[in-house]
């Protein structure tokens, strides 16, 4: 029992080191560059909080719901 929440502890922590990076890769950007990948630099949470590209929707769904591409 205690392996498994010692398991669990060190994969949040993973997550959120390697959400942490991203963030900062992400912010480092200037909002050109951000432009340039379709997002503007408040998206950054939302689009880190998403689930990864493997699992991500079609685009055409993605645009029903109203999220933006770059073109």
């Known amino acids: 029992m205690l392996t498994r929440i010692l398991k669990g502890l060190t994969e949040r922590y993973e997550n959120w080191r390697r959400w942490r990076r991203a ?9 050109r ?14 689009v880190l909080s998403r689930r990864p590209a493997t699992d ?9 719901c ?6």
Not at 56 to 64: D, F, L, M, T, Y
Request: charged share 25%; proline share 5%.
């Open 56 to 64: 991500a929707r079609p685009a055409r769904q993605a645009a029903v």
């Open 33 to 46: 560059s951000l432009a340039d990948i379709g997002i503007t630099r408040s998206e950054i949470p939302y």
């Open 66 to 71: 109203g999220l933006r591409h770059a073109a």
């Open 23 to 31: 963030y900062e890769e992400l912010a480092a950007l200037d909002d």
